[in-house]
């Protein structure tokens, strides 16, 4: 019979567990253990309360909006869930389809949703500008972005202090790979296995997930290397990440000396003695990696290849579409956390809280080198409506702590789904920072093979049935990707927690069957 561990009451009185008569004798270490069959009594998650009362949903029947998606929108594959969500309406964490149902949102619209959904201030100042001016493009001055402008450069150290503002995070990475190149006057640009930095046809080219790998040409210039993974990859262990979780593998690694980081860095320095020009153009890294299931790197790995890249002639650039503000919490942007400073920084997402609002920072230098050789336009970046929302949401940060409240809440829950890891032997991987957490699901812990898909699928179904929202990420898709919006509570991760083990438990009843 497969066996799972024993579970006691939890603090909040989300799920209780019933007491087996004895505990099975074999077993070693003490630890108590009851069948999967008598977990099946475990009730329900109960979902935490709000105040929101949605509106009706009046608009087109589930059925036809199935239809016209087939018959006119884009044919890939990208919803999640055997039925599709239809989505009606938002309130900070949570949303609402079409049927009623409130879900915790934990994925945040793909970690864009900073603030949260629909914030009363931002929408507000949304409201406000929508009545005085939409739209006027670069060729005009208009308060917005300059007021914007001002606000966020004082976020970012000297001497990134020069703005230009775009629509996208692909927009920004694409922006930022010509400005390594016109600075450097060089060609080849590195990025890690498993990164995640735009799907358009330039920035294709950084992105090395196999799913968005074309058998076209395309990405010219464009070199992978090792992602330096202290859990998946060859070195790495108990003291490596910057992280309250570290890793359950082993390692001969002082706290204040990581010999991962050291290997690491080997395999970064045959990747520019084999793979690329004497001279480069850059060198772009997530601070964490998002889609590929939210990777850290070994502490003082980037502070070396910077060093590296920088002698080779090349400029550094922190792609900071997921991790920038205040997500990470110890520090209101990704690179901070690894003591570096960037040439160029990317940033989009959470920027305009769901609005499509990106930039690229530089330095006045590098700015110059663009200037010389090429007239930068961007009909809609720096959009009136785009900018005011922008003021809004960096001000609500401020005012809400939310910085602050990802540090906090992050942390607990980083714990909290430690106690899973340690739980679950499907769970290889609990890793993160802030309110940035990956789940990484194996077949067992020895192999740290991934669990597959179809089990995955499953989880990922069950935790939506009982009302949490999460995402998916991974090279096989098998680390779930938690990222809410930065106003989340402890109540709201207690019930994320419980809404996960009542999964996990279930999948273990279906594996028993």
Known sequence: MTLVRRHLPRALGLVTFPR?????????????????????????????PCDFTPERYQSLAYNRVLEIHKQHLSPM?????????????????????????????????????????????????????????????????????????????????????VIFLTNSGSEANDLAMLMARAHSNNLDIISFRGAYHGCSPYTLGLTNVGTFKMELPGGLGCQSTMCPDVF????????????????????????????????????????????????????????????????????????EAFKLVR??????????????????GSHFWGFQTHDVLPDIVTMAKGMGNGFPMAAVVTTPEIAKSLAKRLLHFNTFGGNPMACAIGSAVLEVIKEENLQENSQEVGTYMLLKFAKLRDEFEIVGDVRGKGLMIGMEMVQDKVSRKPLPREELNQIHEDCKRLGLLVGRGGIFSQTFRIAPPMCITKPEVDFAVEVFRSALIQHMERRAK
């Open 20 to 48: 087996t008569p004895k505990p099975r004798p074999s077993l070693s270490l003490g630890a108590s253990w009851t069948s999967v069959t008598k977990l099946s009594l475990h009730t329900k998650p109960k979902m935490p």
């Open 77 to 161: 594959a990208t919803a999640y869930f055997q039925k599709p969500l239809l989505l009606h309406q938002g309130h900070m964490e949570w949303l609402y389809d079409s049927e009623g149902n409130r879900y915790l949102d934990f994925f945040s619209g793909i970690v864009t949703v900073s603030v949260g959904h629909c914030h009363p201030k931002v929408n507000a100042v949304a409201q406000k500008q929508l009545g005085r001016l939409w739209h006027t493009s670069t060729l005009f001055f208009h308060p917005p972005m300059h007021e914007y402008a001002e606000k966020l450069s004082a976020l970012l150290p000297e001497p990134l202090k």
């Open 232 to 303: 998946r990859g060859p070195w790495g262990g108990s003291h490596c990440r910057d992280s309250p979780v570290q890793t359950i593998r082993k390692c001969s690694c002082a706290p204040d000396c990581c010999q991962a980081k050291d290997k690491y860095i080997e395999q970064f320095e045959d990747t520019l003695n084999t793979s690329v020009a004497k001279s480069l153009a850059g060198f772009f890294a997530e601070p964490i990696q998002g889609v590929n299931g939210v990777v850290q790197y070994p502490k003082g790995f980037l502070k």
């Open 311 to 328: 002698e080779r002639g090349g400029v550094c650039i922190a792609d900071e579409v997921q991790t920038g503000f205040g997500r990470l």
